[in-house]
């Protein structure tokens, strides 16, 4: 009875180790569908399909030669362009008669805003808008004397300027057609310097002035702005978009795809710009690196790491 007993205690072992063996085969099997080492036998990957990978949206592009831009940034916010700003007058003083618009109303060139009678001649006349635009001043009521005075302010905001403020420190490197990405907090916008003056209200800042297409209406005067200015353009060897680099086990890696593996590789890196970054080593002219959703391959191969601690 002892011995029979002994036998299926032996057994029970037997089976148990069994099946823990092959729960663990199984897992490693798993495991090796989506990762594995690289020939060194010392570094993860991930393993994706060409059309996993479209589905989860990751990017790659071949390392090249690229051209970083030097930028120097400025701040300012949006006036009315002064080409398209007009303060309308009386030709000939007199009493205002009808007054036909409004602060807010858009009119058109040649509309009329208001008449007066002449006190000279005692004909009535009107006053009419220069350009299409937004009446955006009235001073005129019916029965008042125009006495020279502004009567009526209309600009048109199709087209209107930044004004940058540039301090000395920036001057010698900001300078008239000089390319630049103006932006606020839902717009952007290439544009370039038209040209660059003393400030006449501080004299410890120049002002720069950039023309701005508005035709769309996202850029209202009086909005805060920052512009980019591009002061230098640098030739580098090889440049990734920002958008690869990854922070891996301490190290900036980017991950190069081969076939259907994707290689966390470690580089160095130089100078950078608003969009590329320099590469001085560790990839190689041609090498195709993930630069779009490159942290989904970063998070499983953390998780990957995570399953393995346990």
Partial sequence: MKLLSHSIKQLSQ??????????????????????????????????????????????????????????????????????????????????????????????????????????????????????????????????????GQVLFSIANYQRVWAQLALFPSQITAVRAKQTAILSHSTAKQDTRINHITASAEDMAHSVVYVSVDNSDGKWPVGTLVSADVTTAKVDVSLAVPL???????????????????????????GEAD??????????????LVVTQNSFLLKADLEKSEAGHDH
């Fill in 14 to 147: 037997i089976l148990l180790c069994s099946v823990v063996a092959t729960i663990l085969a199984l897992n490693l099997a798993n495991a090796g569908e989506e990762h594995g080492h690289d020939d060194k036998g010392n570094e993860e990957v991930v393993t994706m399909s060409d059309a996993m990978a479209l589905a989860n949206g990751i990017v790659t592009q071949g390392v090249q030669e690229g051209v970083l831009n030097q930028t120097t940034r400025l701040y300012g916010k949006i006036t009315p362009d002064p080409a398209a700003l007009s303060h309308i007058r009386a030709r000939f003083d007199g009493v205002i008669g009808n007054v036909s618009v409004n602060i807010g109303d858009s009119v058109e060139k040649g509309d009329a805003l208001a008449s007066v009678e002449s006190n000279e001649s005692l004909k009535r006349y009107a006053i009419t808008a220069p350009f299409n635009g937004l009446v955006i001043a009235r001073h005129a009521n019916a029965g008042e004397l125009s006495n």
């Fill in 243 to 269: 958008s690869a680099l990854q922070e891996y086990e301490g190290e900036t890696v980017v991950f190069v795809k081969k076939g259907d593996t994707f290689y966390p590789t470690p580089i160095k890196t």
């Fill in 274 to 287: 608003n969009t590329n970054i320099e590469v001085l080593s560790g990839l190689s002219s041609g090498d």
